[in-house]
């Protein structure tokens, strides 16, 4: 019978549990709610009744609890309390009430917030090596929203030096985030909105565009630059007459 159920892809989980010399085949449905109940019947014969297969022990329900005194239902285990901003997944049925906490992760937060200051870092020391090469009144943002947000982010133990980097005093970051969680999250949230729609105008342009050469090629005297970089952006509107009668 076990097999037969098994091989039938019902939707039917089926063990087998032993005590002594007797033996159950236990059945369950492999969802929850009223609508998964279910009843075995014989096609032929008396099987089902005779070895007791239809005596069920758990009758399907949807799982009943109280949230804040108030009654509610569901077809799932599962709950969704804060807003949709919090699962809950109910293992056993009780009476006791229970009282939920929510608590920010701390080291996943002060995980991300040396990732931030590491990224951050690495930006500045990159345009600081092709500070010759880059035309970096294109660049300025990063520094830009690092200064601005300094005195937010020196409550956080984030500080600014005078060389532009970041850097993370995280005995002061723990003890800060855990008096005003909420205040570091806006302030972050501000933060990174500004780093994405910076990274965002990046990635809409060529990065040769941020190039020195590129202004100088697009300049008066675009020949007088013998680069790669600026041949490469050479108005043809300038020169494709020149070009196509010489080649």
């Known amino acids: 019978m076990k097999e ?32 998964q109940a279910f009843t075995l019947r014989d096609l032929s014969g008396n099987s089902v009744s005779a070895l007791g297969i239809d005596h069920i022990v758990t009758h399907a329900a949807d799982a009943t609890y109280y949230v804040d ?14 807003s949709d901003s919090l699962a809950v997944t109910l293992r056993n049925a009780g009476t006791e ?22 990224r951050f870092n690495s930006m500045h020391h990159f345009l600081q090596r092709n500070e010759e090469t880059l035309a970096m009144q294109k660049l300025p943002t990063f520094e830009k929203i690092a200064k601005a ?3 937010v982010l020196n409550r956080f133990g984030i500080s600014s030096l005078p060389t532009g980097v970041l850097v993370l005093d995280e005995q ?18 501000g933060l990174s909105l500004q780093f994405r729609e910076q990274v965002l105008e990046l990635q809409s342009k060529p990065f040769g565009t941020f190039s020195r050469y ?26 494709g007459l020149f070009l196509n009668v010489l080649w």
């Open 172 to 189: 002061k970051w723990v003890n800060s985030v855990q008096e005003g969680y909420t205040d570091f999250k806006e302030a972050m949230q």
């Open 97 to 118: 009430p229970i009282v939920l906490t929510v608590k920010p992760d701390m080291e996943r937060l002060l995980q991300h917030t040396r990732k931030l200051v590491d």
């Open 149 to 151: 947000a300094d005195d």
């Open 69 to 82: 005194g108030k009654v509610q239902t569901s077809a799932t285990n599962q709950l969704m309390l804060e």
């Open 214 to 239: 590129y202004d100088e090629a697009f300049g008066s005297h675009p020949y007088t630059i013998a680069t790669i970089s600026s041949m490469q952006y050479l108005h043809v509107a300038k020169t």
């Open 4 to 35: 037969a159920l098994d091989q039938n892809q019902s939707g039917l989980a089926t063990r087998i549990e032993t005590s002594g010399s007797m033996q159950s085949l236990v059945i369950t449905s492999t969802k929850t709610g009223a609508t």
